[in-house]
């Protein structure tokens, strides 16, 4: 099982990689339960213990280089427009936006860094919890929200895709001014906030 401590040792996130299911357990109250999708056969989620120290609304993604190498620039490559129609900035080194045009996708190593906008079809979804670990793992929403309809759910890079990202979210923070509502409201502003 994947640990999310939240701080007080009687809350915590528990997921059951095996069964395709988060709980949030409180205290003596029985645990809300999350369908959740996790990583693949060959990408597993990894197994760790870790504080849940924000949560992001509207997150931009970086994907790994593992991502990056093996699976976009490969597609890129054939199409460079699509970096461009899936939301990708192209970053140089001082972190400047490039033209994706103007990329050479064959470059190695890759002299730039890729980054997905946010927004509804971004990778991350609109809600990402952010738990610093050594596997840049994260519990995140995800775009593609037909995939909780399937029974293997073992689907991901490693990363855990929760069900129910936003109600999740306002039960971790447990705060009236975050209540489901309020969160609701501050993604559909669109900025990137912690």
């Known amino acids: 099982a994947l640990d999310a401590a939240l701080g007080d040792r009687s809350r915590r996130i528990d997921v059951l990689v095996p069964f395709f299911e988060l709980r949030l357990r409180d205290g003596a109250t029985p645990p809300f339960a999350h369908a959740v999708i996790v990583g693949a056969r060959r ?9 849940i120290n ?15 190498n093996n699976e976009l620039l490969p597609r890129f490559r054939r199409d460079p427009s699509a970096a461009a129609a899936d939301g990708f900035d192209v970053l140089d080194r001082a972190g400047q936006i490039v033209d994706p045009a103007l990329v050479d996708w064959r470059a190695r190593p890759f002299p730039y860094t890729l980054r997905q906008r946010a927004g509804a079809g971004n990778a991350l979804g609109r809600l990402r919890f952010d738990l610093p670990n050594p596997y840049a793992v994260f519990l995140h929403d995800t775009p593609s929200r037909g995939l909780f309809a399937r029974t293997d759910r073992a689907l991901s890079h490693g990363c855990i895709r929760v069900s129910e990202p936003q109600t999740l979210a306002a039960a971790v923070l447990a705060d009236p001014t975050w209540s489901l509502e309020a969160l609701q409201a501050a993604i559909e502003i669109g900025e990137t906030q912690a």
């Open 43 to 51: 990408t597993p989620s990894p197994s760790f213990a870790a504080a």
């Open 54 to 68: 924000s949560i992001t609304l509207n997150p931009t993604w970086t994907p790994p280089s593992s991502i990056v």
